[in-house]
């Protein structure tokens, strides 16, 4: 399951990566990341997201096992609305596959960007971009353990209105694992922090959790990954955000 690696930047400086971290699935650190839930997710949420309706919930009640949670990407508030939609029982088996080349660097000074923090305060376990299969590898063993994964499918921050295409990583693990994918569309976050916005604006968002989608065994890789984009594109264009009311 070892990721770490360096790499030689533009100014011959190296970039070490770190691994993940196997110990942020045990009860302990399970309690830690709820403990700290209010400060790091559940907070910015009430302060900005003016309001955040949510349904679907009840799709959540037929989950038996571990589950892939994907939703669409617009902000660094996804997360933290993520949280704050699915239910206790769900989010605290939840941990979310975050761009290796960013919240997995050694050596930076700021607390949220240790590795170590991100693993256990944030619930975060590191992906390569461009890594291929063996990106995959400790989501795999995540699975395999019982914890729910959550995958942004787009690889990035959406820069329109559509969603961008998909990657193949969730149908691969999905197929593999024979486990349910749990779509999550959600509207409203790009206007809050749009990429490359240092500041958040408050405003409406809506999550709209869809049922779980299970794949036959043998369906193909892309066909499963048709299904799942077709499935968000179409909640997506049907969401009407609902503006608040003036007092």
């Known amino acids: 399951m070892s990721t770490n690696m360096t790499k030689t930047t533009d100014s011959n400086t190296e970039v070490e990566y770190s691994d993940p971290h196997p ?28 309001p955040l309706s949510v349904k679907g919930q009840q799709n959540l009640e037929q989950l038996q096992g571990p589950a892939i949670f994907i939703a669409n990407h617009q902000s660094h508030m996804d997360t933290p609305v993520i949280m704050e939609s699915l239910t206790d029982q769900v989010r605290d088996n939840l941990l979310f596959g975050a761009a290796q080349d960013r919240w997995f660097v050694k050596g930076k000074k700021k607390l949220i960007l240790q590795p170590w923090y991100q693993s256990l305060v944030m619930g975060n376990f590191p992906i390569m971009r461009g890594g291929g299969s063996k990106a995959l590898e400790y989501a795999s063993w995540l699975l395999d353990q019982g914890s729910h994964i959550c995958v942004f499918p787009e690889g990035t921050r959406a820069m329109s209105d559509e969603l961008g295409e998909f990657r193949h990583g969730v149908s691969l693990l999905a197929l593999k694992h024979q486990v349910p994918v749990v779509p999550i569309v959600m509207k409203g976050l790009r206007e809050l922090r749009p990429k490359g916005a240092k500041e958040i604006k408050p405003g ?44």
């Open 23 to 50: 110990w942020q699935i045990e009860p302990w650190a399970k309690s830690v990341r709820k403990a700290m839930r209010h400060k790091e997710y559940t907070r910015w949420v009430e302060q900005y997201c003016t």
């Open 204 to 247: 409406p968002v809506s999550s709209s959790i869809l049922e779980p989608i299970d794949f036959t065994p043998g369906t193909e890789v892309e066909a499963a990954t048709r299904q799942l984009r077709d499935a968000m594109l179409q909640e997506y264009r049907d969401t009407v955000l609902e503006l608040p009311r003036a007092a």
